[in-house]
């Protein structure tokens, strides 16, 4: 069974930059491709990045598009969320999920078997 856990949310400035870790276990690492979603309270899951299991290709929502930068390292089983010049926003949770699907672009929450519980981020002056 897949487990994800996922750390580095918080309180960070309008400008500024946190990392997001998801650390993977339970199964081969570099077979799964990896994503990340958030979610504000009463809106819907929405997609942010993903990267792929086989050659490390990236996809990111429109939004965070040379904001943000997703990437995996294969040896420690953990994927990161790299986020720089953090606009204001609803507080929301950024979940970690993987998926076994052979597919080359993810976004869906649908396309996800697994999930992390989440880490929160809030973005306030």
């Known amino acids: 069974q897949v487990q994800l856990v996922e750390s580095g949310g918080g309180l960070v400035q309008p400008g500024g930059s946190l990392r997001l870790s998801c650390a993977f276990s339970g199964r081969t690492f570099n077979r799964y491709s990896m994503g990340w979603f958030r979610q504000a309270p009463g809106i819907e899951r929405e997609f942010v990045a993903t990267v792929s299991w086989s050659d490390g290709v990236t996809y990111y929502t429109d939004s965070v598009k040379g904001r943000f930068t997703i990437s995996r390292d294969n040896a420690k089983n953990t994927v990161y969320l790299q986020m720089s010049s953090m606009k204001t926003k609803h507080p929301a949770i950024y979940y970690c999920?993987?998926?076994?699907?052979?597919?080359?672009?993810?976004?869906?929450?649908?396309?996800?078997?697994?999930w992390g519980q989440g880490t929160q981020v809030t973005v306030s002056s």
């Open positions: 999920a993987t998926t076994w699907a052979r597919r080359s672009v993810l976004t869906s929450p649908s396309d996800y078997e697994y």
